[in-house]
C-alpha cells in the first residue's frame, strides 16, 4: 500500500509522509531529552553561546589541516550554511601560523545553471565558491595559503570533482547543517515518479549516489530564498550540483551544525531521534546517516526553540 502523499509536495516525498507517531514523538523532546540521544557512533554536543559554537565548528578544520603532510594529505569538506565559521578558520591559520601545504578542502554544493548548462559563474550573488573564497580562502595569508589545485570545488562537469575523492587524500570531516527538507548539501529527497511512486528510494539505493547534477524540493527553494535572498525565491536556481551519499561515507566524520537558522525545532529533533533509532528513510535524507560509523549533531541551544503550539 502507498505511502500517504506530502503536505507540502505532492509530487515529491519528504519528512511530512512518515508515520504521525515518529513526528509527534520527535515534537515532545525536550533538550535534555535530545542529549539523550547518543549513542555509539552518534553523539550530541550542545553549545550554549554562538560563540563557542562557531568557534568549535572551525576548530575542526584547524583540527583536520594540522594533520597534513606530504605523505598524509589531509582534506575537510565543508558547507555554504552556516558560514559564520569561515571568517574564524581564516584568522585562526593566520594566528596559528597553519601551512595549508598539504591541506585539501571540498566544498559541500554549488547551484546550477540551466541557461549554460553549468554551475553558476562566481559573479552569482548565491554563488557558494565565492562565499568560500572571500569568506575564508581569501583571508588567509599568502605564504600559509591553501594552493589552488587543493580547493575541490564542485562544477556542471562532476568528473574532475568526484575523481578528486579517490586521489588519495583523507577527508577527515564532512561538515554540514541540515536544511527544512532534512538535507546534507543538497541531498533532497527524490520526485514521486517512476520506481519511486508508492516508496522512497531504499537506503541502499539512496546510498550510492555521488555527485550529481540535482532537481531541488520546493522547501529548498523557499529556504535557500528566505536565509541567503530576502526571500526572493526567483532568484534561487531550480538546480544545484552536490556532493553525494557515496563521498560522505568516504569521511571520517560528519559533523552536522544546528544553530537554529536552517531548520525549525521540529526538523532539529526529528533527524536526531530517526539517527538514534536507526530510522532511515531517504524521504529524510539525513536519516541516513543512522549507518555512518562517526556521525556528530552540534546544536546552540539558544536556537533549538520548542514545538509548542503558539499562534503569532
Not at 572551525?58 to 583540527?63: G, N
Not at 588567509?140 to 570545488?153: K, V
Request: include cysteine.
Amino acid at each position: 500500500m502507498p505511502r500517504k502523499f506530502s503536505r507540502i509536495a505532492p509530487d515529491w516525498w519528504d519528512y511530512s509522509t512518515l508515520d504521525s507517531e515518529l513526528i509527534q514523538e520527535a515534537a515532545k523532546l525536550s533538550a535534555k531529552e535530545l542529549k539523550a540521544l547518543s549513542r555509539p557512533g552518534f553523539s550530541i554536543h550542545f553549545h550554549h553561546t554562538l560563540e563557542d559554537f562557531y568557534l568549535a565548528e572551525a576548530l575542526e578544520y584547524i583540527h583536520a589541516w594540522k594533520g597534513a603532510t606530504a605523505d598524509n594529505p589531509v582534506g575537510i569538506c565543508g558547507p555554504i550554511g552556516p558560514t559564520e565559521q569561515l571568517p574564524l578558520v581564516a584568522r585562526l591559520v593566520n594566528e596559528l601560523g597553519i601551512s595549508l601545504k598539504h591541506a585539501h578542502f571540498w566544498g559541500m554544493d554549488e547551484w546550477y545553471d540551466d541557461s549554460t548548462g553549468a554551475e553558476v559563474a562566481t559573479s552569482h550573488p548565491l554563488s557558494f565558491e565565492r562565499a568560500d573564497r572571500e569568506l575564508c580562502f581569501d583571508r588567509i595569508d599568502h605564504q600559509l595559503a591553501m594552493p589552488e589545485e587543493n580547493l575541490h570545488f564542485p562544477k556542471g562537469d562532476v568528473s574532475a570533482y568526484s575523481d578528486s575523492w579517490h586521489q588519495g587524500v583523507r577527508c577527515a570531516v564532512m561538515q554540514g547543517g541540515q536544511g527544512e527538507v532534512k538535507h546534507w548539501a543538497f541531498n533532497d529527497p527524490l520526485k514521486r515518479e517512476g520506481n519511486w511512486i508508492d516508496a522512497p528510494p531504499p537506503p541502499e539505493v539512496y546510498r550510492q549516489l555521488g555527485t550529481r547534477v540535482v532537481e531541488l524540493h520546493p522547501i529548498t527553494l523557499s529556504q535557500n530564498a528566505r536565509t541567503s535572498g530576502g526571500g526572493n525565491i526567483t532568484m534561487v536556481p531550480q538546480r544545484a550540483i552536490t556532493v553525494g551519499p557515496a563521498e560522505t561515507w568516504l569521511a571520517d566524520k560528519v559533523s552536522i551544525w544546528h544553530a537554529g537558522t536552517h531548520d525549525n525545532p521540529l526538523g532539529q529533533r526529528l533527524t536526531a531521534l530517526m539517527i538514534s533509532k536507526g530510522i532511515a528513510d531517504s524521504a529524510v535524507p539525513m536519516s541516513l546517516l543512522a549507518d555512518h560509523p562517526n556521525v556528530e549533531f552540534h546544536y546552540y541551544s539558544g536556537g533549538l526553540g520548542s514545538c509548542d503550539v503558539e499562534m503569532h
